[in-house]
């Protein structure tokens, strides 16, 4: 499968990015809104790029089958090690595939899903439309696909809140910037996305926001502090709320999309 492009990144990207108060915000409030499309359990679902499983781990939990699919090694020996630290019925409901997003099809044999996700991956892709048209594909009919990527109508805001203002300036008419993780990220807007998903046979739903002030606090140099629970569960309700409502969600820097695929 080549090289394994997250392989120094891994540890980063569970032990930092997952564990920080975004980290911990974004992940209840997709659950919470993915909660609210799907079909209640027992379902399929495939988590397209699951990485570690942060996403799909908590659907097992509530009892939904899950697929996580990942290219990379590293990211599924840090799923291996926290798959074990679920329960025994969770645990039973997790099959871990290694191949690539763009290979899905062939990889899950076929088998279509009434939830495909694919959360915080298209942005890393120089071309997008190979995974996008793999994700439809492996929807059932009347299934849900599930997308969160950088929002490109905010591009500005990271920069400026850092006070580069050249970048930001700039950044009203980019695509692409170095995400927290030190790799070029490419971001999208809910109408073309849309317009890409419907041309393949699913129908956007609903977009939402998934963390603003967290965000906003975080490159103010005020970041919540993950280890105070009460707070981030605070900071969670805000941003589940924000994530719903205009002009908000429109400022959000990642946002949430949910679509649906019709009958063929």
Known sequence: MGTDAWADLADHFVDDAYASAKGLVRTYVLHQQLLAHLPPPPGTVL???????????????????VTLLDPSEAMLDRARVRLDRLPDDARRRVTLVRA??????????????????????????DRPEPVLD????????????????????????????????????????????IGVLGVRTRADTVEDLGAQLRDRGVELVEWYGVWLFVDWLDLGGCAVDPSDTRQVAAAAEVELEAGRRDPYRQLSRIVHLVARKGSS
């Open 134 to 177: 793999q994700l439809c594909r492996c929807c059932a009919e009347g299934g849900v696909v599930s997308l969160m990527v950088g929002n490109a109508h905010a591009a500005a805001v990271r920069p400026a809140l850092e006070r580069r203002w050249e970048d930001a300036l700039a950044a009203f008419d980019a695509t692409e910037e």
């Open 47 to 65: 988590d397209v790029g699951g990485g570690a499983g942060h996403q799909s781990f908590p659907l097992a939990r509530a009892g939904y089958e």
């Open 100 to 125: 690539d997003g763009a290979d899905a099809d062939a990889a899950v044999q076929g088998r279509r899903f009434d939830a495909v996700l694919c959360h915080g991956v298209l942005g890393y892709l």
